[in-house]
């Protein structure tokens, strides 16, 4: 399984940016997928998540209301949608998926140790 993140970039507070991510390898079965993001100062921290078999959207606290996750119009594809961007939300991004089951899915997609596919990372900057 390989994870191909893209569309991060330099933009300005305010602005919006669309990260997308693919899943190539095992496209026979639905993975959950979720996007964490981190700086050198704290750790891996839980963005937004899809769940693998109902496609319910998730999304941390510290980004409700300025992100949407949604899944691609190809199997195991994920994009999410950056509104209104802060200074705040400068990170690397990297995108996630596991074909693990879940009792409670959406308690699942929110945890770091659930995954064990990982993207390259993306690098957002969000200039003030």
């Known amino acids: 399984v390989q994870l191909q993140a893209s569309g991060g970039g330099l933009v300005q507070a305010g602005d919006s940016l669309r990260l997308s991510c693919a899943l190539s390898?095992?496209?026979?079965?639905?993975?959950?997928m979720a996007w964490f993001r981190q700086t050198p100062a704290k750790e891996r921290e839980f963005v937004a998540g899809?769940?693998?078999?109902?496609?319910?959207?998730v999304y941390g606290d510290s980004v409700k209301g300025h992100v949407t996750i949604s899944r691609g119009n190809v199997r195991n594809t994920v994009v999410l949608q950056m509104d209104s961007l802060k200074p705040e939300d400068t990170a690397v991004y990297y995108c996630?998926?596991?074909?693990?089951?879940?009792?409670?899915?959406?308690?699942?997609?929110?945890?770091?140790?659930?995954?064990?596919?990982w993207g390259q990372g993306t690098l957002v900057t969000v200039s003030s």
């Open positions: 996630a998926a596991t074909s693990k089951t879940f009792s409670a899915p959406r308690l699942g997609v929110k945890a770091r140790e659930s995954f064990d596919n």
């Open positions: 390898g095992r496209t026979s079965i639905s993975f959950h």
């Open positions: 899809v769940t693998g078999d109902t496609g319910a959207a």
